[in-house]
């Protein structure tokens, strides 16, 4: 089985200022993928960013980047130059194969920014 | 191209009632799969196609859920006998053909049960 953990149930941040939002996983699997998904009001779940476990390179997505850190199955998202339509519900989740395919999500992040 | 479509938006319905929850996925998809988001938690998966077969049922809570997929596109999540607890938003993603593949989710169907 595999597990999601984000310790910030709520964080907030200056507009244009940057925060890191936190996570950390656990899976027996050698091969995973691990996202960010972004879910505003509408309630629409947004993909933000993907990384696969075997690259060491850190993904980026112009504003938004990740700290992988895989031995310490970590998994941080960091915004740069926060904007107002970043507020949202952020949820971290893990796909490591098996025979369903799903994710596993985090409880998620809830991140306000202030004007 | 159009995104992963659900209806209703909105459900409200009385306690023991049955309910229909339509996902219509992005067009040539493969995989279609089905999450449960109550109120504070995280999303719940339920159930994941493969096509038109439902290789991983092991989410659905209780066997008064049951989902089925037709032609490989739309999907039907049906609630039978619904109770309070039933009461969440439904979320159904899709994605090219399961795997590592992105999964794509639509604005989900917010159930509410009385």
């Known amino acids: 089985a595999q597990t999601v953990t984000q310790s910030q149930p709520e964080m907030s941040v200056q507009e244009a200022e940057t925060v890191t939002l936190s996570c950390t996983y656990d899976?027996?699997?050698?091969?995973?993928?691990l996202f960010w998904y972004k879910q505003p009001p509408s309630r629409q779940m947004i993909l933000v960013i993907r990384q696969e476990a075997y690259k060491q390179q850190n993904a980026t997505e112009n504003r938004f980047s990740v700290n992988f850190q895989k031995a310490a199955k970590s998994f941080s998202l960091k915004i740069s130059d926060s904007q107002l339509g970043d507020a949202a519900m952020y949820f971290c989740?893990?796909?490591?194969?098996?025979?369903?395919?799903?994710?596993?999500f985090g409880k998620g992040t809830l991140l306000t920014v202030n004007p | 191209g159009a995104g992963v479509s659900q209806s209703p938006s909105n459900k409200v319905t009385e306690k023991g009632k049955d309910v229909e929850l339509r996902c219509d996925p992005i067009s040539g998809h493969t995989a279609l799969y089905w999450y449960r988001q109550s109120l504070g938690q995280g999303l719940e998966f339920l159930i994941y196609?493969?096509?038109?077969?439902?290789?991983?049922k092991s989410g659905l809570p209780s066997d008064r859920f049951s989902a089925e997929r037709t032609g490989g596109s739309v999907s039907t999540l049906t609630i039978q006998r619904t109770q309070q607890e039933d009461s969440a938003v439904y979320l159904c993603a899709s994605s090219s053909s399961g795997r590592a593949e992105t999964q794509y989710f639509g604005p989900g169907t917010r159930l509410l049960v009385l």
């Open positions: 989740a893990c796909y490591s194969g098996g025979s369903n395919y799903k994710l596993t």
């Open positions: 196609f493969q096509g038109n077969s439902a290789p991983d």
């Open positions: 899976t027996s699997e050698s091969d995973y993928y």
